[in-house]
């Protein structure tokens, strides 16, 4: 089966446990994955139900919930679509990055597989979208973290910015924090805790 044969709703359970884990080593839950989907927990089980009952999902009552091989093959593939638009969106069509996360959420059920291969050629492979996200199958370095927990005083450059929010992004990206920008604790940020939170970086 290949994504044009999955249903919009199936892509974006995939896609959405997937991502939670990518960033956050605690266990995705049912709680979680109801509020990425902005959806009611109940809503959030049944459709977890029908993934389990597909294969590409496994949840134990009460449990986490993990893909199973075939579940991350097509999230990884979903992934890739996302961010290979937005990607696009940014670099050809002069999107802001405020603003390439909502178009690329629903082109990404519409293109094909070929399409998104001609987009990945036209931009000459890119590795990362414009919030820093790798772009399957490029790797994140896995010693990155969140600003919140980076030593006081040490000099970091940033990998990746959150793009959960619009406004935090327009914020960010007045203050100059974006991709491969060098920031410190120390310098003045004017950040709080969840600001900091959705930042991601690496010892220079």
Aim: charged share 20%.
């Amino acid at each position: 089966m290949d994504l044009g044969q999955l249903s919009p709703a199936t892509q974006d359970y995939l896609k959405a446990i997937w991502s939670l884990g990518e960033w956050d080593p605690t266990a995705v839950t049912m709680t979680a994955l109801a509020a990425r989907l902005q959806v009611r927990t109940s809503t959030a089980s049944d459709g977890v139900r029908k993934l389990v009952e597909q294969g590409f999902v496994k949840h134990a009552p009460y449990g986490a919930i993990t893909l199973t091989e075939t579940g991350v093959a097509h999230a990884v593939g979903m992934v890739r679509r996302h961010r290979l638009l937005e990607t696009y969106l940014a670099v050809e069509l002069g999107y802001g990055w405020d603003e390439v996360h909502e178009e690329a959420e629903s082109l990404e059920h519409a293109v094909s597989d070929d399409f998104i291969d001609r987009i990945d050629a036209r931009l000459g492979h890119p590795t990362r979208d414009p919030h820093g996200d790798p772009i399957p199958p490029a790797s994140v370095p896995p010693y990155a973290v969140r600003l919140s927990d980076f030593p006081v005083g040490q000099v970091g450059i940033v990998v990746r910015v959150s793009d959960s929010s619009p406004e935090r992004l327009q914020k960010f990206a007045a203050a100059g924090i974006v991709p491969d920008a060098v920031v410190t604790t120390t310098s003045p940020l004017t950040l709080d805790d969840e600001d900091a939170a959705a930042i991601w970086v690496i010892p220079q």
